[in-house]
């Protein structure tokens, strides 16, 4: 069966990066496109961009360039969020989603990333 | 920039009709998809290509569209239905597609 498995919650202070990991079994990883979602506490989804599982090329949405990058291994079908220079409005839920083509059918479960000083 | 836009709440009782709009100016054009979240739990894709059900998803789930609005309607609501709904659909106006999210609809079952 597919799952979307993220790393765990993440506690930071501001300035630093993390790193959140989501790692997929169950289909072929390099065959559907990856993409991240962002929420913030209370409030709701917001598209990130996404990524190339093939290519590896990424794809940012307005307001995620900069400061945010996807990357991949897929030698272990895992894809990777880093947010680098982290600021308290970074903290959120982030999530990942497969795209099966258009539509998210397989989402991870989630990973906060709380950004305190 | 493109906006989905959602009524932030909708309220019925159990066994009643709900009906959550999605209002934009590319769906006559672009599909849209519906996502249920409840507390604490990533999104379930309810509803894809505007109309359609993902196998599993309960048959009282369906989906419509007309001109700039798509419409879920959920019938026969039920307790375990209250959660966040979100529309999601294209925006092509760019170099690139870009996703897009609604706002999100609380749905309240009295």
């Known amino acids: 069966q597919v799952q979307l498995v993220q790393s765990g919650s993440e506690l930071k202070k501001p300035g630093a990066s993390v790193k959140v990991s989501c790692k997929a079994s169950g289909y072929t990883f390099t065959s559907y496109a990856m993409n991240w979602v962002r929420q913030a506490p209370g409030q709701g989804l917001e598209w990130m961009g996404w990524i190339n599982t093939n290519t590896g090329n990424p794809t940012y949405a307005q307001g995620f360039t900069g400061r945010f990058v996807f990357s991949l291994d897929t030698s272990v079908s895992t894809a990777y969020l880093q947010i680098s220079s982290l600021k308290a409005e970074d903290t959120a839920v982030y999530y990942c989603?497969?795209?099966?083509?258009?539509?998210?059918?397989?989402w991870g479960q989630g990973t906060l990333v709380t950004v305190s000083s | 920039s493109y906006e989905l836009t959602q009524p932030p709440s909708v309220s019925v009782s159990p066994g009643q009709t709900a009906r959550i709009t999605c209002s934009g100016d590319a769906l006559p054009k672009q599909y849209a998809y519906w996502y249920q979240q409840k507390p604490g739990q990533a999104p379930v894709l309810v509803i894809y290509?505007?109309?359609e059900r993902p196998s599993g998803i309960p048959e009282r789930f369906s989906g419509s569209s007309s001109g700039t609005t798509v419409t879920l309607t959920i019938s026969g609501v039920q307790a375990e239905d209250e959660a966040d709904y979100y529309c999601q659909s294209a925006d092509s106006s760019g170099t690139y597609l870009n996703w897009v999210f609604g706002g999100g609809t609380k749905l309240t079952v009295l």
């Open positions: 989603a497969r795209e099966n083509p258009t539509d998210f059918d397989y």
């Open positions: 290509k505007d109309s």
